[in-house]
């Protein structure tokens, strides 16, 4: 039997463990997914107790990513791009190994949601400098969009996310972030704005090309405001429960043995989830 976890400080609210056991039931797998609540100074002891634990590896989400990231032996160009880790799994000769599955999650779900999103030579924008933004504008260079551009509300974060990958990368003024939008593929919202409702984007949608898709990693609420005024200016929209959905699939692969597929069931399942809390 197979054993693996998410581990976070706090845990309560992950998902995470419904996604996982709708899969092992699906897959009529023997084995199990929980939470485990890590404080910050107990993280070490855990990553060393992984196998004395009996656990194939973990997921991991705030705020130890980086730790998972730094602990690891071999790490996945994705893990070495954004430098966090939110999947783990142990390898053959028991040696720790990292991944950033965001990418993948957010790549994987916008290509089905909006196939033809790179049609346009265009450039993507991209709201937010913090790890969520690197895990997607590394998607999006591996991609090989010819530039995207960084908006942050602290100009510095987005400078120094902008330096770290490159000359295709392009730090921008907060303020200009409809305005330098207007002829772009896509623009997705890396930032905590909207989550449960909270605070506004501000984002004026009116002369953005009728082909731009506007994406909101924050899924609670499933619908944002950013996603219901792009969607009232006509524009198509990639919601953030998909990219959740999606980063789970090279985990549960990992820890398991089997590719899972990620069905409308899921989604639904989640999506009351989510409307319930
Ligand atoms: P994560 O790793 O999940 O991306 P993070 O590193 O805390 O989280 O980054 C949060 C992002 O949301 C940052 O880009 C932050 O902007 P600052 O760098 O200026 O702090 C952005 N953010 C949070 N609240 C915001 C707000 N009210 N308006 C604009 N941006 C906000």
Not at 80 to 105: F, H, R, S
Request: net charge negative.
């Amino acid at each position: 039997m197979k054993h693996a976890c998410v581990i976070g400080w706090p845990i309560e609210h992950s998902r995470s463990p419904a996604i996982h056991g709708y899969w092992l039931d699906r897959y009529r797998i023997d084995g199990s997914y929980t939470k485990r609540a890590v404080p910050p100074d107990a993280i070490d002891g855990f990553l060393d107790a992984l196998s004395a634990e009996g656990l194939a590896g973990c997921n991991v989400t705030i705020p130890h990513k980086e730790k998972a990231f730094a602990k690891a032996v071999n790490r996945e160009a994705s893990a070495l791009a954004v430098g966090a880790a939110n999947t783990l799994w142990l390898d053959a000769l028991g040696e720790l190994c990292a991944a950033n599955t965001d990418t993948y999650g957010y790549m994987t779900y916008l290509a089905s949601e909006a196939r033809d999103w790179a049609r346009r030579d265009a450039p993507v924008s991209i709201l937010g400098a913090g790890g969520a933004a690197r895990a997607i504008v590394y998607g999006f260079l591996e991609a090989g969009v010819g530039e995207v551009r960084v908006f942050n509300r602290s100009a510095e974060r987005a400078e120094t996310l902008a330096h770290a990958f490159g000359s295709r990368v392009k730090p921008m003024p907060w303020e200009e972030r409809s305005r330098a939008s207007t002829e772009g593929a896509v623009l997705v919202n890396t930032t905590s704005v909207g989550l449960k409702g909270a605070g506004s984007l501000d984002m004026d949608f009116t002369d953005f090309h009728p082909d731009c898709v506007v994406s909101d990693i924050v899924y609670v609420p499933l619908e944002t405001a950013l996603i219901r005024e792009a969607r009232r200016h006509g524009l198509r929209t990639v919601d953030g429960l998909g990219m959740l959905l999606h980063q789970a699939v090279p985990g549960f692969e990992q820890w398991f043995g089997v590719r899972p597929e990620v069905t409308s069931e899921l989604y639904d399942l989640i999506a009351a989830d989510i409307e319930a809390a």
